[in-house]
């Protein structure tokens, strides 16, 4: 299947065939690789190289997770299931469903870089191996994981001249060039050198430079490409002269603990830092306080008021990305990101420390990041809400970071502002186990200090947080406690009162009291209409209070709020709300018999969230276009999408959302003639959904039902009985395989299907509709296509037909004495 997420290398990779070798046939024979070494060996590179050359033996890919700017040891599940494309639902745990994922995959994961994570990387490998028997784990670190079969491979440097061979003395003349350059680390140091040096060449006078520079580095890859980097204002002499220096300090000044490999690859860093002007070198220490890297932009905001009016931010940078200290990453990019390479910023976070500017530096990082947080909230319900999500996504690995030093310096307030101010970023990119993490770490450390407005607006996104992962009694303790305190602080508290009683509203419908949903809502809404709050609080408010009367069965009470609620999302031009309203909208019609209406619904809402690239809440809002139409008699398209909703909802490992799609498909099986097939689905599907049951709408139990009683009038009741409890024996994975291989044609076809010599459902419609006098126009609105598709299908039926006329075709149609639409 091949790499399907690799950093793509933009130098050469030189030697390591050796290595390359040895790993690949461990790789064969033992399900975990470890290779370590110091950092700078060059580990990443080698594992892309290995992976690269095993890349097809694996039938679900070769995937590549960068650990490196995680730094919380709970989100590495979080962070491979992202990397794989998985996004499971907030109620179902990420463990639980990556290991679904991963139990009958064929694939090999790199993780790379696990030591600042070593314990939990430990616990995470042997958790996926001892349940994925398929699964394969290359990991770079600088120790060994330390787990039961692991294979443990370490990486040194390159090859290099051995210093007591006296055979390879370059003192003997040109002819042993040659012989110099078959090593690894010569190699790879003058095709760095010759990058910015084109005329450079190996002589018999550099030579012995040039082998110094291998020797004294260790042949550390990092190490010589950060050397090779300056041969543009030293001469090789002149670099292996600095680095003498450098390491005669570094060797006297070894500390104990510290691996000695490690000094080696710090004396090249050293050697960098100090050729740097100060300007430069105060810059980079303080670039390193961004975890993810920063653009030209965040970085001026960080750093106003530093520089001389001499200097610009912009030169330096780019100064330090041609010396090699900071990558500049701009493929695929409106705007450049520069970042720095893990071991750099260790480095530089170290000299920060020893500069005694960590503390401020960190201080300004925060307040950067809450103050962009602040910017960010009421874009996120907006029409450019997608560019901030996106941005919000690339930067995530900043807010982590600014929010576990709020943490750690006590600054809870700001912490919590920020997790506020992004709380609808967690909730729309399937974050919410995280952002519900760090509102509960910090809502534990605060004190009388804090004022109570924010501990109010924490609460009540904590219950919203709770309701989302399905924790419906901690959703309502936080909703109750965010209610008092938000009563207790009069006008003042009435916003935050509105966001509690909107969580307390959400958490009553999820335990299915929609009288209370109903009560509280109306309460939202009543205060929300005497509020200064924004017109998204109240459209979200009447989006909400309009499900709940549609659950209750208040049709004219849900459209009145739904009207509202679409056309201030249209004020607003929030295109996530008004797909929720169309999903609304649609589901009204649904239940009142307005199919057409209700697939026009689902259409838009479809378009507006395929446009987001929202898959969670496409998933669903598919699905119930699949039901709209299957009213409709378009059964091959509605086939179509509850086989797209089972896919997204596959990939986020949804369980309920699958089991609601399966529902869907043995719908489709029964009005398409396959009774027994349908009634053995819908009975898997209530078994899967009951292992994390909820609350059923009334109409859509009355709409399961109705299927269940066609099936039921369609067979034997003993025939009935055996296909349900054949059904609810049935395995998820065993349901899925079931409905994704159940033929087009039912078992026992229908008249009108046996009669279609060789027509789909969608041209025996369409030849029904015209045999019942319907002109082409009034075709595409009652099947909710265009006139021009009308056309092509009564194309394909003359053809099938071998007819030449509609009157042909209404003839064919009476002879068989068909008399009654399908569907």
């Known amino acids: 299947m091949g790499l399907l997420n690799f950093p793509v290398q933009l130098t050469s990779f030189i030697g390591r065939e050796r290595e390359i070798s040895d790993i690949q046939c461990l790789a064969g024979s033992a399900r975990l690789v470890t290779l370590t070494g110091v950092g700078g060996s060059g580990k990443t590179r080698l594992a892309i190289q290995v992976a690269n050359g095993l890349s097809n033996t694996f039938a679900d890919g070769v995937w590549f997770v960068e650990l490196a700017p995680l730094h919380e040891p709970e989100l590495i599940p979080q962070l491979v299931a992202h990397t794989l494309g998985l996004h499971p639902p907030a109620d179902q745990p990420v463990m639980e469903s990556l290991l679904f994922f991963l139990r009958t995959r064929q694939l090999m994961l790199v993780l790379d870089n696990c030591e600042h994570l070593?314990?939990?990387?430990?616990?995470?490998?042997?958790?996926?191996?001892?349940?994925?028997?398929?699964?394969?784990?290359?990991?770079?670190?600088?120790?060994?994981?330390?787990?039961?079969?692991?294979?443990?491979?370490?990486?040194?440097?390159?090859?290099?001249?051995?210093?007591?061979?006296?055979?390879?003395?370059?003192?003997?003349?040109?002819?042993?060039?040659?012989?110099?350059m078959d090593y690894e680390a010569v190699r790879l140091f003058v095709e760095r050198v010759r990058a910015i040096s084109p005329d450079f060449n190996l002589t018999p006078e550099n030579a012995q430079s040039v082998v110094e520079i291998c020797?004294?580095?260790?042949?550390?890859?990092?190490?010589?490409?950060?050397?090779?980097?300056?041969?543009?204002?030293?001469?090789?002499?002149?670099?292996?002269?600095?680095?003498?220096?450098?390491?005669?300090?570094?060797?006297?000044?070894?500390?104990?603990?510290?691996?000695?490999?490690?000094h080696t690859l710090r004396a090249a860093i050293d050697w960098s830092y100090d050729l740097l002007k100060v300007e430069e070198q105060a810059l980079l220490r303080r670039i390193s306080v961004f975890e993810a890297g920063c653009s030209l932009e965040l970085f001026e905001a960080l750093y106003s008021g530093e520089l001389p009016p001499e200097e610009s931010i912009l030169d330096l940078i780019t100064s330090l990305v041609n010396k090699s200290l900071v990558v500049a990453d701009t493929a695929g990019r409106a705007q450049v990101r520069y970042r720095l390479l893990e071991t750099i910023r260790e480095y530089l976070l170290e000299k920060l420390d020893q500069a005694g500017e960590a503390a401020t530096w960190r201080d300004r990082h925060l307040t950067l990041i809450l103050t962009r947080a602040e910017e960010a909230a009421p874009k996120l319900v907006g029409a450019y809400q997608q560019l901030w999500l996106n941005w919000l996504e690339e930067e995530k690995d900043n807010f982590r970071a600014a929010l576990a030093w709020a943490l750690e310096s006590g600054q809870i307030e700001t912490g919590l502002r920020i997790a506020i101010d992004i709380a609808r970023f967690w909730e729309i990119r399937g974050y919410i186990p995280e952002g519900m993490a760090w509102i509960e770490r910090l809502l534990a450390w605060t004190d009388d200090s804090l004022p109570l407005i924010v501990r109010a607006q924490a609460l009540v996104y904590a219950s919203f947080m709770a309701m989302f992962l399905g924790n419906t009694s901690a959703s309502s303790a936080y909703g109750k406690e965010a209610a008092t305190l938000a009563e207790g602080a009069g006008d003042e508290g009435n916003p935050v009162l509105i966001l509690a009683l909107s969580g307390l509203d959400s958490?009553?419908?999820?335990?299915?009291?929609?009288?209370?949903?109903?009560?509280?809502?109306?309460?939202?809404?009543?205060?929300?209409?005497?509020?200064?709050?924004?017109?998204?609080?109240?459209?979200?408010?009447?989006?909400?209070?309009?499900?709940?009367?549609?659950?209750?069965?208040?049709?004219?009470?849900?459209?009145?709020?739904?009207?509202?609620?679409?056309?201030?999302?249209?004020?607003?031009?929030?295109?996530?709300?008004?797909?929720?309203?169309?999903?609304?909208?649609?589901d009204l019609a649904r239940y009142q018999g307005n199919f057409a209406e209700a697939a026009n619904a689902y259409?838009?809402?479809?378009?507006?969230?395929?446009?987001?690239?929202?898959?969670?809440?496409?998933?669903?809002?598919?699905?119930?276009?699949?039901?709209?139409?299957?009213?409709?008699?378009?059964?091959?398209?509605?086939?179509?999408?509850?086989?797209?909703?089972?896919?997204?909802?596959?990939?986020?490992?949804?369980?309920?959302?699958?089991?609601?799609?399966?529902?869907?498909?043995?719908?489709?099986?029964?009005?398409?003639?396959?009774?027994?097939?349908?009634?053995?689905?819908?009975?898997?599907?209530?078994?899967?959904?009951?292992?994390?049951?909820?609350?059923?709408?009334?109409?859509?139990?009355?709409?399961?039902?109705?299927?269940?009683?066609?099936?039921r009038a369609r067979l034997p009741e003993a025939e009935f009985q055996s296909e349900q409890a054949a059904g609810r024996a049935m395995s998820l994975e065993q349901a899925i395989e079931?409905?994704?291989?159940?033929?087009?044609?039912?078992?026992?076809?229908?008249?009108?299907?046996?009669?279609?010599?060789?027509?789909?459902?969608?041209?025996?419609?369409?030849?029904?509709?015209?045999?019942?006098?319907?002109s082409n126009r009034e075709i595409a609105g009652r099947l909710v296509i265009s006139p021009r598709t009308v056309e092509k299908h009564i194309g394909n039926i003359l053809s099938k037909l071998g007819l030449t006329s509609r009157s042909q075709i209404v003839r064919w149609f009476m002879k068989r004495g068909v008399t009654q639409t399908s569907g």
């Open 507 to 586: 958490a009553a419908r999820m335990a299915g009291d929609y009288q209370t949903a109903f009560k509280h809502g109306e309460r939202v809404i009543q205060l929300l209409r005497a509020s200064p709050k924004p017109s998204f609080f109240l459209g979200m408010g009447l989006l909400a209070h309009g499900d709940v009367a549609l659950e209750l069965g208040a049709y004219d009470a849900a459209r009145a709020a739904l009207d509202e609620g679409l056309a201030l999302a249209r004020e607003d031009g929030d295109a996530f709300r008004m797909a929720h309203a169309f999903n609304s909208f649609g």
């Open 118 to 180: 070593s314990d939990a990387c430990a616990h995470f490998a042997r958790e996926l191996l001892s349940q994925a028997p398929e699964l394969r784990i290359l990991a770079t670190s600088r120790e060994a994981l330390a787990i039961p079969g692991e294979m443990i491979y370490p990486v040194s440097g390159l090859s290099r001249p051995d210093p007591k061979d006296e055979a390879l003395s370059v003192k003997r003349g040109a002819s042993h060039i040659q012989v110099l």
């Open 738 to 774: 079931y409905a994704r291989n159940l033929p087009l044609s039912p078992e026992v076809a229908p008249a009108s299907v046996a009669i279609s010599e060789g027509l789909t459902s969608r041209e025996q419609e369409i030849a029904e509709l015209i045999a019942k006098g319907s």
């Open 603 to 711: 259409e838009k809402g479809v378009a507006l969230l395929r446009e987001l690239g929202a898959q969670h809440d496409l998933a669903a809002i598919v699905r119930n276009l699949g039901r709209a139409c299957l009213h409709l008699g378009d059964i091959e398209r509605a086939r179509a999408l509850f086989l797209e909703s089972l896919s997204l909802h596959q990939a986020e490992l949804n369980r309920p959302g699958m089991a609601e799609s399966l529902n869907g498909l043995a719908a489709a099986a029964i009005v398409g003639g396959m009774p027994t097939a349908g009634t053995r689905l819908f009975a898997a599907a209530e078994a899967i959904r009951g292992q994390r049951a909820g609350s059923v709408w009334p109409a859509k139990r009355m709409e399961v039902d109705r299927y269940l009683d066609q099936a």
């Open 215 to 262: 020797r004294r580095l260790d042949g550390l890859p990092l190490a010589l490409e950060l050397a090779g980097a300056r041969a543009n204002v030293l001469t090789v002499q002149q670099i292996a002269e600095r680095l003498e220096d450098r390491f005669t300090l570094l060797t006297s000044g070894m500390r104990r603990g510290i691996d000695p490999r490690h």
